[in-house]
DNA sequence: GGTGGTTCAGATGGTTCA
DNA sequence: TGAACCATCTGAACCACC
C-alpha cells in the first residue's frame, strides 16, 4: 500500500482498474456485478427487464466496444451476461455483495452463454480496428 | 474530445459542419452512419428498400447538388453508398453510433477516415449491423 | 460511500402526408 | 420528393436506500 497513483497513474489511463468489462468505456463501479459504465448499466438494466427477443444478424460475435457498443443490442446484452451481469430479485438488499460475489467466475448460466462467443471466436467481421 | 473548436479543424472545405455529405443541402444529423439532409435520408430508405435497378442515363458521374440532386437518382444513390450509407439490417439498430463513435475520433480529418473506412468496406461486409 | 432505480434531454429510423 | 411528426434507444444526472 504505499503507491499513492494520484497524478502519473492517472494521466495514463491505459490500464486503469476501471474500465468497462462490457464495453471498455470508463466504469463508474460495480453494477449488477460487474464493473460497468453508465451506459452498460442503463442497458443492460433496460434490456433485461424488457426481455426483447434480441437477436444478432450475424454470428453473434459482434465487437462491443465504447464506440460500437450500440450497433448490436443483442452481442451487447451477450456480453453483460458473459460478465456475470444478472439482477437481484430475489435479494431483499440492494446489494448482497458485489465485490465479493463478483470476481469469482461467471455462473453456470453464463458460461452456457458464453460458449456462443467461444464458437465463432474467430474474427469474422469487425473491420473497424 | 477536447476543445470544441468547430472551425479550424473542420473548416477545411465546408464552412458548416452539418452539411449533406451528398448534395450538400442543410444536414439535420446522421442518417444511416453519414450526415445527410432529410431528403437524402428519405431518399436513401425508399432507394435501398426498393432495389431497383437504377441506370445513369449518363456516365455516371452526375452532379448530385441540393438543386440537382432530383435528376439522377442512380448518381444520387451511387454517392450515398461511396458517403458510406448503408442500412442496418439488425433487428433493431436505432443509434449505430452517432454523436458519440464520431465525435471522438472522428473530429476534422478524421471525417474523412470514417468515410474511408466505411468506403473501402469492400470484403468488410457491415462493419456493424 | 457505493449501487440500483428513475428521470430527462438528445438523436436517429420509420411513417405519414401534401 | 421531403418536411413534419412519432417511436424508440441511449446515457448522464439525480435521488433513495443500504
Redesign the interface.
Known sequence: MTATPTSEAMASEEDEPRNCVVCGDRATGYHFHALTCEGCKGFFRRTVNKK?G?????AGS?NVS???R?????CRLQKCLNAGMKKDTSSSSVHPSPRLAHPGPCTASAHALCRHQHFHGTAS????Q
Open positions: 426483447t434480441l437477436t444478432c444478424p450475424f459482434c465504447k464506440a460500437q450500440r450497433h448490436c443490442p443483442a467481421h469487425q473491420v473497424h
